[in-house]
């Protein structure tokens, strides 16, 4: 069974995580029955080595983490190749990926400047 954990950065304030828990759903909503979890380096819950003992748990033997970052920056070339190597020594029977940071993909690229050359409302407070 194939599994996916969407890997965000997390805040302090739980609101931010409301555009990741759409994309979430969304990709349930494409996947049914594959396991996906969405999952945090910092201050939310689960936490990667949680979200990934939990799939493996459910009995995947495949998991993807994809990282929900614009950027590769630290967090996304040391913190988390090092936390997915924790996951493959705790979990040997599970074939794990770590994928690009979405932002290196073509398709978020072109969404992205779409959203910037498209008119839109301000945003809620802005003047």
Known sequence: MQGLILFAHGARDPRW???F??????????RPGQPVSLAFLEFMSPDLPAAGAALAQAGCTR???LPLFLGAGGHVR???PAQVDALRAAYPAVRWT???????????VEALARIAVEPAPPAPGAA
């Open 63 to 65: 998991v993807d983490v």
């Open 98 to 108: 770590l994928r690009a940071a979405a932002g290196e993909s073509p398709l978020l």
């Open 78 to 80: 040391k913190d988390l």
């Open 17 to 19: 995580a409301e555009p």
């Open 21 to 30: 828990e759409r994309v979430a759903e969304r990709v349930r909503a494409l």
